[in-house]
């Protein structure tokens, strides 16, 4: 395979041993972040993949990043812990100013600030991104923002959100996707910013944040004034390729811990691997997973040469997200019992897969995407 970064994969998964099912097993128990790991993944550069070189990063492709993503999974530690600090910057990258850039990449480049909240999602508007409520006041050199986001993961352990607020009511803007602006916050001891966690079925830190008049210089606004519904979406087709390369890898661990099993455990006095009912839901995976893989190789490699691959990386991430779901039911099916003990891992990561069929970009909005700009169907919201 072509471009296949064989010396960072062998990298990333040497890294990995150093954190195996026991690590990820007591995080998970504590719902607690892994720092060590973190650490690790930043002092190797990893999560500095697609900075520039320029600002202290490593200038990497994207496919590099999804390749360091995929071990991860993998090797099965849980990426999701940090994978934002890899491409939330590339909104800065992309639509900030240079002193933006100068004042903020050498620094999330070399680790010592954490931009890894992405504030978008709100309690009464996911899916719906245009509606949200929470707004960004002009008051001189400052805007004041007020309104609350919700799933805004790692804000606890990030040091500034990309944030979208509404600077135009929806009323008044020309085009629902108009009137939003992106906002670098810096969170550490924001006067008027509270972070509450959320418990959920698997370890992921996320919060709900509220803002209460949080004053943010107006210097920190990325672009213009209005424009950030766009810049914010031209980051996601390397969110849904890197979540895809995620989703890859995870179902490359369940289809090796599956195989594996299936051919030690003997029941009836044979390997249960013997029987077709067995085999042939992990073969079904694994061709589907294959599949996958090759949508977010092809994904990938568009967005390299500089194209927009909507269609492609949506594809990616909805068919990864599946195979991933696949071959987690394939493999705690294949486990019987055992695959429900906490000491098999799977369970874990049976819990820890299941998201990416909703976030960030649930599989219903991907289908609503495909059949109206790839098939041509009416636009159905
Ligand atoms: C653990 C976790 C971490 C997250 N991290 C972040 C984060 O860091 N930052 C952030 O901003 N957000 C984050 N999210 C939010 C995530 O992106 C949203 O949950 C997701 O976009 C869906 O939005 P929603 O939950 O409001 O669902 P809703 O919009 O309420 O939708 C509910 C269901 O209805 C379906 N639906 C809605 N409208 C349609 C339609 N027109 N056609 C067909 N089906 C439809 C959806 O597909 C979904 O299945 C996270 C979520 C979770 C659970």
Redesign the pocket.
């Known amino acids: 395979m072509t471009n296949d970064h064989a010396d960072i994969r062998a990298s990333v998964r040497k890294l990995c041993e150093g954190f195996d099912g026991a690590y990820w097993r007591a995080l998970d128990r504590d719902r607690a972040y892994p720092s060590a790991f973190v650490d690790a993944l930043t002092q190797s550069g990893f999560l500095a993949a697609l900075i520039p070189e320029q600002y202290g990063g490593a200038g990497l492709p994207l496919s590099a990043a999804a390749a360091i993503l995929e071990e991860i999974q993998h090797s099965g530690a849980n990426g999701a812990s940090c994978h934002?600090q890899m491409y939330v910057m590339g909104t800065l990258l992309r639509h900030g100013s240079e002193a933006q850039k100068q004042k903020y990449l050498p620094q999330i480049a070399a680790g010592k600030l954490r931009l890894q909240?992405?504030?978008?999602?709100e309690p009464a508007?996911?899916?719906?991104t245009t509606s949200i409520r929470t707004t960004a006041r002009r008051d001189g050199d400052h805007y004041v923002i007020d309104g609350q986001?919700i799933?805004?993961?790692r804000a606890e352990h990030s040091d500034l959100m990309l944030l979208l607020a509404r600077t135009t009511p929806k009323e008044q803007a020309a085009k629902r996707a108009d009137g939003l602006s992106v906002f670098l916050v810096e969170m550490r001891n924001a006067p008027g910013l509270t972070i509450r966690p959320i418990r959920?079925m698997m370890n992921?830190n996320?919060t709900e944040v509220f803002f209460e008049n949080v004053r943010v210089p107006a210097e920190n606004r990325i672009g213009e004034e209005g424009q950030g519904f766009r810049y914010i979406l031209s980051g996601m087709n390397a969110e849904r390729i890197l979540i895809g390369a995620e989703c890859v890898g995870d179902a490359k661990w369940f289809l090796d811990k599956a195989s594996a099993y299936a051919k030690e455990r003997s029941v009836f006095g044979r390997p249960i691997g013997q029987n077709q009912g067995v085999a042939f839901p992990i073969a079904r995976a694994y061709a589907n997973m294959r599949a996958a893989e090759l949508m977010v190789r092809e994904a990938a490699a568009l967005y390299e040469v500089g194209e927009n691959p909507g269609a492609e990386a949506n594809m990616a991430k909805m068919l990864a997200a599946d195979a991933a779901f696949e071959a987690a039911n394939a493999c705690i099916q294949t486990h019987g019992g055992f695959g429900f003990a906490e000491e098999f891992d799977i369970e874990r990561k049976f819990r820890e897969t299941r998201?990416y069929q909703?976030?960030?970009?649930?599989?219903?909005?991907i289908l609503?995407f495909l059949a109206e700009h790839t098939l041509g169907l009416p636009r159905?919201?």
Do not use: C, E, R
């Open positions: 934002a909240a992405f504030g978008v999602t508007s996911g899916t719906d986001k799933w805004t993961s959920t992921h996320t998201l909703v976030a960030p970009i649930s599989t219903n909005l609503s159905s919201y």
